[in-house]
């Protein structure tokens, strides 16, 4: 199976800082990587997909890049409400996996 | 615009069998692929399964032994039979939709787009 690992665990950033989370995949996946926010007790929220398309909806200070095995979120401008816990997913093949998960907070 | 229902048992005694609904409204159940995802504090987000309208379910390795996925599409619901539950099963229970990537006759779900609310599924007795 192809493993995701996502790094850092947690971050403390302060508001207007520039945030990168990273993932990396065991074994190249294109760019089949989906980025989700999730806010403590809500339901994980799509943010990017194909590694760099921005959902509908979603803010533009979030922006994804990377393809093969490594990938990376980036958030230009932390603001309060960005507060949550983020994970990357791979769908290149069965089974469908997630990072461990990156928890942001404010400094 | 699409929303999704969980609907099931809140509790369930171990070694029983977990079962999960999820109610599709706003589209079409064939449109897309559907899966079931689970999230318990030790374990992070776990996929356990995928279905389309039509072809073959996808598991979870590490689950499929205890599970089953169904579609039914008179209802516009699918559902989830998790068995011989024990502790490591208590979690939230989401579904979500994906959409679905063809190239000839194989077809693959992408990024989940659209999650129910969850459901907590206690297994206790």
């Known amino acids: 199976d192809i493993q995701m690992t996502q790094s850092p665990s947690s971050l403390s950033a302060s508001v207007g800082d520039r945030v990168t989370i990273t993932c990396r995949a065991s074994?190249?996946?294109?760019?089949?990587v989906a980025w989700y926010q999730q806010k403590p007790g809500k339901v994980p929220k799509l943010l990017i997909y194909?590694?760099?398309t921005l959902q509908s909806g979603a803010p533009s200070r979030f922006s994804g890049s990377g393809s093969g095995t490594d990938f990376t979120l980036t958030i230009s401008s932390l603001q309060p409400e960005d507060v949550a816990t983020y994970y990357c997913?791979?769908?290149?093949?069965?089974?469908?996996?997630f990072g461990g998960g990156t928890k942001v907070e404010i400094k | 615009q699409v929303q999704l229902q969980e609907s099931g048992p809140g509790l369930v005694k171990p070694s029983e069998t977990l079962s999960l609904s999820c109610n599709v409204s706003?589209?079409?159940?064939?449109?897309?692929?559907w899966s079931w995802i689970r999230q318990s504090p030790g374990r992070g987000l776990e996929w356990i399964a995928y279905?389309?309208?039509?072809?073959?379910?996808k598991y979870n390795p590490s689950l499929k032994s205890r599970v089953s996925i169904s579609v039914d599409t008179s209802k516009n619901q699918f559902s989830l039979k998790l068995n011989s539950v024990t502790a490591a099963d208590t979690a939230v229970y989401y579904c979500a939709r994906s959409p679905r990537w063809c190239s000839g006759s194989s077809c693959n779900p992408l990024h989940f787009d659209s999650w129910g609310q969850g459901t907590l599924v206690t297994v206790s007795s």
């Open positions: 194909a590694a760099s």
């Open positions: 706003g589209g079409s159940i064939t449109s897309y692929s």
């Open positions: 279905i389309y309208y039509s072809g073959s379910p």
């Open positions: 074994q190249g996946i294109s760019n089949d």
């Open positions: 997913q791979k769908y290149y093949s069965v089974p469908l996996t």
